[in-house]
């Protein structure tokens, strides 16, 4: 069987790195796929202590940053990224995959999901709600309430993909507070080692790594009658 990551490269970065750096790194590679001169991408790695503000962020979001503010191009509104989560940048070439970019970001979710799962979590779509969600205790004891593990934001540019996902397995969730996460006050914030299930980055990028033919396949061009 043909390994789909043959034309991928799947980069795995063990040091955090600035987001400012990973995105002018991100956006070169974006560009040298768009000419032809570099493969796709999928790069895991962590950001040191960092907010973000995608393009339809609200400043009146921003209750009490503690940390920088940075402003990026990708879709969505304001998210905190630090140690702890796994961030997942995608550049994928549409061009050759399926120029859907709904689709796109349904199988971005997917994958997640699905690794998720993997790992002992549920997690599912929210309609109306870009983002992984998963259920918590409700207060006092009441009915579980919905509450998010995971964000999406993503840029389209001449059809290459830049962004992708973070997944959040052990943040320190109190960093959230700074924010009204993605623009949701009335939501919690979750994370794997909250739900009772720890997860190093190992073990997820692992499972994420066996997940990624299915994902890819979502996006061969042979599968373009989606419903």
């Known amino acids: 069987m043909t390994d789909l990551r043959d034309d991928i490269e799947w980069r795995i970065s063990p040091a955090p790195i600035p987001y400012a750096e990973a995105l002018a790194e991100m956006e070169a590679r974006a560009a040298a796929v768009v000419e032809g001169r570099a493969r796709e991408l999928i790069w895991l790695l962590e950001h040191p202590a960092v907010y973000t503000g995608g393009t339809s962020a609200d400043p009146s979001e921003l209750r009490d940053p503690q940390f920088p503010v940075v402003q990026t191009g990708r879709g969505g509104r304001y998210t905190y990224h630090g140690p702890g989560q796994r961030i997942g940048y995608v550049v994928l070439d549409l061009n050759k995959r399926g120029r859907d970019v709904r689709q796109f970001v349904h199988g971005l979710e997917g994958w997640v999901i699905d690794t998720l799962g993997d790992l002992g ?47 959040n397995l052990s943040p320190n969730l109190a960093h959230f507070g700074g924010i009204v996460p993605c623009g949701l006050p009335d939501f919690a914030v979750t994370s794997a080692e909250m739900l009772g299930r720890p997860t190093d980055y190992a073990t997820f990028d692992a499972a994420l790594a066996l997940r990624l033919a299915a994902f890819l396949q979502t996006h061969s061009i042979r599968q373009q009658n989606w419903a």
Not at 135 to 157: F, M, Y
């Open 121 to 167: 979590i549920t997690a599912f779509r929210a309609p109306g709600r870009v983002g992984i969600w998963t259920h918590i205790a409700g207060p006092l004891g009441g009915d579980p309430v919905e509450a998010k593990i995971g964000a999406i934001g993503v840029r389209v540019r001449r059809w290459v993909t830049l962004h992708g996902f973070s997944v």
